[in-house]
């Protein structure tokens, strides 16, 4: 049978995923909420369906003909999953051929462990009003897998970088990078390229429901990163502000609010996967490189 991919919320990782399925001869379709960005999936060759918050997919069984396996990178809406909410009894009736169900989500739902080391048993403490949505859509994806007896991952993302305008040599360029020094703060991260490989490993072991840490091997304060992409630009990295003193947006200050190392072991032992950007270092290097 042909593998088919149905993405909900085709953004920057999910992109990079379907891509990279494509390349490996699988039908990929899925959602987005613009037109534009619509035709411009389609001549990517990638099937295209608009979709919004309280706005179904006009023909659903058309859309999701043949899918053998579905994703969403969808967030929370209205405090649940906007995917089940508009969809779960279209894709609850059409399940078979389904193999694997995948759920990108966030590190934010484990809350704040000041600094401490977390893996996948760690329980949610989710702190901010939108990592409390996620911990409900979580829940709601696996409780559906389980319903409808398909193996439901979900992939637990920290900071995504990577090319295009996803990383701290870009905003340097441009002009927007902030070295913020908060002494002890460390944050999780992981390369786009990193993401794909990991959902792909998982798909060729689709087995129960699992939860997975998708992140590299090296937590790093924030500013030794700005400093770190400077020094691969070549230029003098921006001045060091004290992170009390900060004029941050409330959005930005939350960031700050938890602390956590959070450990990738999982991926490792039970999907095999070996990280190419193992530290922020080796992913700012392959991205610099590829500058012009």
């Not at 004290?242 to 959070?262: G, I, M, N, Q």
Request: hydrophobic residues 40%; aromatic residues 8%.
């Amino acid at each position: 049978m042909h593998q088919h991919l149905f993405c909900f919320g085709l953004g920057y990782s999910a992109l990079v995923i379907a891509r990279r399925l494509l390349a490996d001869g699988w039908r990929v379709s899925g959602t987005c909420r613009g037109a534009n960005k619509a035709e411009a999936l389609r001549s990517e060759g990638i099937a295209a369906h608009l979709l919004d918050d309280d706005q179904p997919i006009a023909d659903f069984v058309a859309a999701f003909d043949g899918v053998t396996h579905l994703m969403s990178s969808a967030p929370p809406a209205n405090g649940h999953d906007p995917v089940l909410a508009l969809h779960r009894d279209d894709l609850a009736a059409r399940v078979a051929g389904l193999q694997w169900i995948g759920y990108l989500s966030t590190v934010g739902v484990y809350g704040d462990h000041q600094g401490g080391w977390i893996d996948e048993t760690c329980p949610p403490k989710p702190l901010s009003k939108s990592s409390k949505q996620r911990v409900v859509a979580e829940n709601e994806w696996l409780e559906f897998g389980r319903e409808v007896g398909v193996p439901t991952h979900l992939f637990r993302l920290p900071g995504i970088y990577g090319p295009g305008e996803r990383n701290q040599l870009s905003t340097l360029r441009a002009g927007r990078a902030k070295r913020i020094v908060k002494p002890g703060q460390v944050f999780n991260r992981i390369h786009v390229d990193d993401i794909a490989s990991t959902v792909l490993a998982s798909i060729a072991r689709p087995q129960g429901s699992e939860i997975y840490n998708v992140c590299d091997d090296e937590p790093a304060p924030a500013d030794q990163v700005v400093a770190y992409a400077a020094e691969l630009l070549g230029v003098e990295p921006p001045p060091a502000i004290d992170f009390e003193t900060a004029d941050l947006s409330p959005f930005a200050r939350h960031f700050y609010a938890e602390c956590k190392r959070v450990r990738n072991d999982r991926i490792k032992q039970e999907l095999g996967v070996e990280l190419r950007y193992p530290t922020y270092r080796e992913g700012l290097r392959a991205i610099a490189a590829a500058l012009d």
